[in-house]
């Protein structure tokens, strides 16, 4: 007994001691206070409503599925499976890079033990689930939408890491495709009639910064994307087989109403039009090229079948587009063959290099295309600032290069490739800084951190803070943020009373309106994903008129050039004189439309391989840095701790780069697999791998 008491002394020491040294720390704002944490975070503390995901919310087939699983299974396990189709499917529909939302998939699959395998198509998804046993396939359309790219990522490294459960993760997956997780600003323009204001500012910025058009062509194609968009928003209201008329009939009007204007030649504009400038200026909204340089990386990275596809299947959708325009030119024209030729002369005589406004426009420009994909607005200047890079990089190298090398593409290889370098390695740079600077934020709000931090780190929280505060006040940040921040101060508090032995609280409970603020705050503290900051820039940096061009010169071929050449004959005629002749000769170096096929391929080809140089520059720098500054590791972590903050590491660099998403690819992926058999062999087979794991009540920020 006295040797109990003796120890219950010691230990008291040691903890008042602990806590006088920390408590100085924290006062003199040392480095150390940087790396003194809470045992748990708020997240353990909170005792949660049993919310539950309601299953007969599923489709029929996903739901019979999820009944045999969980009767082999059980609840949790299934219900893995579930998130993890889900998570596919949403990030597809969203357009996310199928390498990367394979890698997820696969971080799931491994973390989780699932059986499962899937083949992620253009537009169908098949997923193979029990090794087989069952079999889903989904046709799933797709659309830009950055932010669920970046949300459902989220909430499945949310997931991966324990920060939340699958009934939690599952309902949260829920709401943000009920918008729930949007900002109000970002609702107007997700979806009719609130999409339509984008339309026209993108197609006459479009025009004058990317095609040749000037001032006269940007108020036309504002006219035309306008009258777009509303095709569009009845042709979706209508529904049905009617969207499938979407492509020929926006087309064909903007044929029609470019062409009248050139035909009524109203105050003489009609012979001043560059119809090709406000063609594609239009029609730029409908041009997927990104879909070019996605599947020229499949192709790299053995997809062979999905980027084949993929790229044969946006040249026949703008063939689609062209034709529909070139019938909209014969409803009005009598000639279009002739008009579209005699205004291709009226292109380019604004030289942009020299005009102060170039810069402006462009990020203008830029803004419509974020817009387009849904970017929320509270994170514009990230992707404006990850697009002027990228643009001006390609500009300035082409610029260069192009009296150089006037007669081969590569001035546009190069200045594509290095866009493309650059635009990577400065969203990868922005990313870790944002992220870096966010930690601060975090760790504060969800009590992460015990005492203050540095100087350094006091500064980022309060710019944090400060940030949340102006954008809700411009209407563009998120009201949750605001209510958490409120709602930080009182768990604070509470959980001070239910740490402190002389008072009666005894657990942390929150609302159901409270939860959900509470829920978000956690998924919003995960790693912003880099690929829904870097494809608007892809999407700017991508040529996807130059295939439209391709189609257009098919469908009003143009003349050949051609000169007469006087050919003297080796050949000695009966009266002793050289005869001589004249032929006509075509030129070997057309106008640019004859070499736009080969263009198409240079530049899509150059993208994709700068997108792959620039992440192998990232990881490798990563690789470097770590070494060399992040030797260290917390003494205070147990080997089972730093082995899973380890895991965590390794999966979230993984998931920024192409590399190998298959099990039998993946040396160690493979061990941990066959080291998971035979404890499975030597322990028994476990029914519900997770039960296990639920019991333990252990978690891990």
């Known amino acids: 007994k006295s040797r109990l008491q003796s120890c219950a002394f010691s230990l008291a020491y040691c903890v008042d001691t602990e806590r006088i040294m920390g408590s100085n720390d924290a006062e003199k704002g040392s480095s150390r206070s940087d790396k003194r944490t809470y ?7 909170v005792t949660f409503e049993k919310r539950r995901f309601d299953v007969k919310t599923l489709p029929a087939d996903l739901h019979r599925v999820y009944k045999k699983v969980e009767i082999e299974r059980g609840e949790e396990y299934a219900l893995t499976y579930v998130f993890t189709i889900r998570t596919a499917i949403e990030l597809h529909r969203a357009w996310h890079n199928t390498l990367l939302t394979a890698k997820i998939l696969q971080q799931l699959k491994d973390k989780y033990k699932l059986h499962l395998a899937w083949e992620l198509g253009v537009v169908k998804l098949k997923f193979h689930i029990e090794d ?6 989904y046709k799933v359309p797709y659309d830009y939408d950055s932010e669920f790219q970046d949300l459902y990522m989220r909430i499945a490294i949310a997931y991966l890491d324990e920060h939340i459960t699958v009934h939690q993760g599952l309902i949260y997956q829920d709401e943000t495709k009920a918008g729930k997780h949007t900002a109000k600003t970002g609702l107007f323009i997700r979806a009719f009639p609130g999409r339509l204001v984008v339309y026209p500012f993108e197609a006459a910025t479009c025009a004058v910064i990317f095609f040749g058009g000037d001032w006269v062509d940007f108020g036309i194609a504002a006219i035309t994307g306008l009258a777009s968009g509303l095709v569009e928003y009845l042709l979706v209201t209508i529904g049905g087989s009617a969207t499938l008329l979407i492509d020929v009939l926006v087309g064909v009007s903007t044929g029609v109403i470019a062409s009248l204007f050139f035909d009524s030649n109203i105050d003489g504009i009609g012979g001043q039009l560059c119809l090709p400038s406000i063609f594609l200026g239009t029609l730029y909204w409908y041009f997927y090229g990104t879909a070019f340089v996605l599947g020229i990386l499949e192709i790299i990275s053995g997809e062979l079948q999905t980027g084949v596809v993929r790229f044969l299947a946006v040249a026949v959708k703008t063939f689609i587009l062209s034709l529909g325009t070139s019938f909209g030119m014969q409803i009005v ?6 008009v579209w030729f005699d205004t291709v ?18 990020l203008a420009c830029s803004a419509s295309a974020l817009a387009q994909y849904r970017f929320p607005h509270v994170d514009y200047w990230r992707g404006l600032s990850v697009q002027l890079v990228g643009y001006e990089v390609q500009f300035q190298i082409f610029q260069a290069l192009m009296q150089r090398q006037s007669r081969d593409f590569l001035d546009t290889a190069s200045s594509n490739t290095a866009g493309a370098i650059a635009a990577v390695v400065f969203a990868s740079i922005l990313q870790r800084t944002v992220d870096n600077v966010a930690y601060y934020y975090h760790a504060r709000v969800l009590q992460r951190h015990k005492g203050k931090f540095s100087p350094f780190g006091e500064f980022c929280y309060k710019m944090s803070e400060i940030y949340i505060r102006i954008t809700n006040c411009l209407g563009f940040g998120k009201k949750n943020d605001v209510v958490y921040l409120r709602m930080a101060a009182k768990l604070k508090e509470q959980r001070e009373e239910m740490e402190n032995p002389a008072h009666s609280r005894t657990e942390i409970m929150l609302t159901l309106e409270e939860e959900i603020v509470f829920i978000e705050a956690i998924v919003q503290a995960e790693d912003l994903n880099i690929w829904a900051l870097l494809m608007p820039t892809v999407y700017q940096l991508v040529p996807g008129s130059l295939i439209a061009r391709l189609w ?12 007469e050449t006087t050919i003297v004959s080796d050949v000695i005629d009966g009266t002793n004189n050289f005869s001589s002749f004249t032929i ?4 070997p170096f057309q106008t640019d439309e004859v ?24 990881e490798q720098a990563t690789l470097f840095l770590k070494k060399v500054f992040c030797r260290k590791t917390d003494d205070n972590l147990t080997a089972s701790e730093y082995r899973l903050e380890k895991q965590k590491s390794e999966r979230k660099d993984a998931r920024h780069f192409f590399s190998h998403t298959i099990n039998e690819n993946n040396f160690e992926s493979v061990e941990a697999l066959s080291e998971s058999s035979q404890d499975d062999e030597e322990n028994g087979f476990n029914e519900n791998p997770m039960a296990e794991q639920a019991q333990k009540e252990v978690h891990f920020e």
């Open 39 to 45: 045992t748990q975070s708020i997240r353990q503390k």
């Open 132 to 137: 087989g046993l069952y079999e889903l396939q």
């Open 333 to 338: 024209l009598d000639s279009p063959k002739d």
């Open 345 to 362: 002369g009226n292109c380019g005589t604004i030289d942009l290099s020299v005009q102060w406004w170039r810069i402006p426009l462009y």
């Open 552 to 563: 257009f010169n098919v469908i009003f071929p143009p003349l050949l050039d051609s000169e």
């Open 584 to 587: 006509p000769l075509v030129t």
């Open 595 to 618: 070499n736009i096929s080969a263009a198409l391929l240079v530049v899509a080809a150059s993208l994709a391989l700068g997108l792959l140089i620039g992440f192998v520059i990232v």
